[in-house]
């Protein structure tokens, strides 16, 4: 099992920056995909981004795609998510979440370990 601890999320207004970290406990951080999530209030949680084991391979939903950096220090057993150019409409809950094994990287289901969540607020 791993445990994941979201830090990092704040009031910003837009055009600003912010960097979520998410902290892993155990070992085996590197044998666990990672993903980043966000849910509004009354909307469904949305995929934002994903990195592969190594961090050799990231993905990205189209709404972030160029504003946000997902990475991972698999020796600080932390995942990263650089967001720049923050507009009103990423104000959401965060949320990092794990995979052993991952099929489709944007379905929330395929993850198994999920974060408490931050808090991003960006007023216009």
């Known amino acids: 099992q ?3 601890v979201e830090s990092g999320g704040g ?3 837009a055009g600003g920056s912010l960097r979520l970290s998410c ?3 155990g070992r085996t951080f590197s044998s666990y995909f990672m993903g980043w ?3 509004a209030p009354g909307k469904e949680r949305e995929f934002v981004a994903s990195i592969s084991w190594t961090g050799g391979t990231t993905s ?3 709404s972030v795609k160029g504003r946000f950096t997902i990475s991972r220090d698999n020796a600080k057993n932390t ?3 650089q967001m720049n150019s923050l507009k009103p409409e990423d104000t959401a809950v965060y949320y990092c979440a794990a995979a052993r094994t991952i099929g489709v990287a944007t379905v929330p289901a395929n993850y198994n370990f999920w974060g408490q969540g931050t808090q991003v607020t960006v007023s216009s």
């Open 23 to 25: 902290a892993a406990s």
């Open 11 to 13: 009031l910003v207004q």
């Open 37 to 39: 999530f966000r849910q």
């Open 79 to 81: 995942v990263y998510l």
């Open 2 to 4: 791993v445990q994941l």
């Open 60 to 62: 990205y939903a189209g």
